[in-house]
């Protein structure tokens, strides 16, 4: 970017990404992640595979946040460069007020996404949201919530082979625009110094035993799966969903987990944040929530079944899911939760199911899906977009309110990060956050992973808990691969 340009866009107010473009064929996300990050700060790296098979368009690498906000309880922390501070202030208000401080420019040619935070938002959240029981023992002990705002992006454009550095200045209405200009493209310089230096990484990864241990013993959850669906005869929900954590010992870097998982299932929303006491590392297949452009999407998928290992058999394991009632009232159930949630926030009538039932084909699996989109209400922010569809239904269940009470009462633990949401909010009123599933906490040196099974009318209790325990065999494998160690090229 030329200085002409960004004086022309330098306005008080505005966030100006200054950017160069370079060719991407000597390094790749994962390389350029690990030679970004700073042992003891925050970083992310968030990638994406379209349909098990075809990597998304963007990759994203953040590091040296200049500002994390995060809560626990009642208590907000506001950590800055050189000091940390307390609000009592609503987590929600004064996210709002982080976000819409200021307005990213738009440049043609880069990403959606130049500048913004990015973290998690916790199953846990709710209580800020919603009065509910709180009552449950917390022994992962992570914030409710934790987002960092990065001053630069890296991005990998995959269609067009580029790596793209951003440094983002912030006008201020006093500022110098020729410093504010010099001073981002140091900081490009200093990124393409990093990325240039020899890499130097510790891949070792252990674990104490290849067995996990869980805070649920089978006859314990089928017992709570016996008590759901009396709820659900009793006529208090349709659905609830329960779930069980596991957790295994290790030593050494936990983002070898990441390099497996990424292999083993990919998915619509890889990512992996490093919070400084805690990583997260995820293959998420579910949106959450998106919004672009005042345009919202919630893609509810419920239904799935292996991929056959011909396209005969592909085609009938397909034309079972369609058919299969228990599985289409329970999709059919998401998506009015969906356009209700949705309808909360968005301008009357503009609600639409644009697609309604469809198979969508993964590496090992295949799912029911159906997407619902919606143009945001004037003066409504994406904050209160997130609020209307949190959580997803697909993790808590039907009505939500009473199906997250009976949850509180069935499960013996916090849910913590577990279906909460992880992804970013932009600074231009966009958002893409993805439902916290299939992913894996490294805390110390335990790791927790959780499942969860949606609890309906005639559901099987054995059957349920049998479903929890083989959605996390990608997890706990990719665990294990990982401990196996990884054959590598010599770093460069």
């Known amino acids: 970017m030329k200085f002409a340009e960004f004086k022309k866009l ?48 963007y990759s994203f690498i953040g590091f040296n946040p200049f500002r994390v906000i995060s809560i626990r309880g009642q208590k907000t922390v506001i950590k800055e460069i050189n000091s940390n501070r307390y609000s009592e202030e609503n987590f929600f208000q004064l996210l709002r007020l982080q976000l819409y401080e200021y307005e990213s420019a738009q440049i043609d040619g880069l990403p959606a996404f130049t500048c913004g935070m990015v973290g998690f938002l916790g199953y846990d959240m709710i209580h800020h949201i919603e009065i509910l029981p709180n009552s449950n023992f917390d022994p992962v002990k992570t914030e409710d919530a934790k987002l960092a705002a990065y001053h630069n992006i890296v991005a990998f454009d995959h269609l067009k082979n580029e790596v793209i550095l951003i440094a983002n200045s912030f006008v201020h209405p006093e500022s110098d625009v020729t410093r504010l200009y010099k001073d981002s493209e140091d900081r490009l310089n200093q990124i393409l110094d990093r990325l240039n230096r020899r890499l130097s990484y510790n891949g070792q990864f252990k674990l104490d035993s290849a067995k996990s241990s869980s805070n649920f013993k089978q006859a314990d959850f089928e017992q709570a799966v016996k008590k759901a669906k009396d709820y659900i005869l009793s006529g208090d929900i349709f659905q609830v969903v329960l779930s069980q954590r596991f957790q295994m010992d290790f030593s050494g870097n936990p983002f070898q987990i990441y390099r497996t998982l990424r292999n083993i299932n990919p998915s619509p929303y890889m990512f992996y944040l490093d919070m400084v006491d805690y990583q997260l590392i995820g293959s998420s297949p579910e949106p959450l929530i998106r919004s672009n452009a005042q345009e919202l999407e919630i893609i509810p998928i419920a239904g799935t079944r292996p991929r056959g290992i011909n396209d005969e058999e592909d085609k009938k394991l397909a034309e079972n899911l369609l058919n299969d009632p228990k599985e289409l009232a ?135 808990y049998e479903e929890t325990v083989y959605k996390a065999v990608a997890l706990k494998k990719a665990i294990i691969q990982a401990s196996e160690g990884i054959h590598d090229f010599i770093y460069r």
């Open 10 to 57: 330098a306005q008080p107010g505005k966030i100006v990404p200054v950017f160069r473009k370079l060719n991407a064929d000597f390094i790749t996300p994962v390389s350029a992640y690990l030679k970004l990050r700073e042992d003891g700060n925050y970083s992310f790296l968030l990638e994406s595979v379209i349909k098990g098979e075809h990597l998304g368009r």
């Open 330 to 464: 329970e999709h059919v159930m998401l998506v009015d939760l969906a356009r209700n949630d949705l309808g909360r926030v968005s301008e009357f009538g503009s609600v639409k199911v644009h697609e309604f039932k469809t198979i969508e084909r993964y590496s090992h699996v295949m799912h029911l899906i159906s997407k619902v989109k919606s143009k945001l209400r004037e003066g409504i922010t994406s904050v209160e977009a997130f609020k209307a569809a949190f959580p997803a239904g697909t993790v808590s269940g039907a009505p939500k309110i009473r199906a997250m009470e009976i949850i509180d009462e069935l499960e013996p633990d916090k849910r913590g990060v577990y279906a909460g949401a992880v992804g970013y909010f932009d600074f231009s009123g966009n958002m893409d956050l993805c439902i916290a599933i299939r992913m894996i906490l490294a805390k110390g040196q335990k790791l927790f992973f959780q499942a969860g099974a949606g609890i309906v009318a005639d559901s099987d209790p054995e059957k349920e």
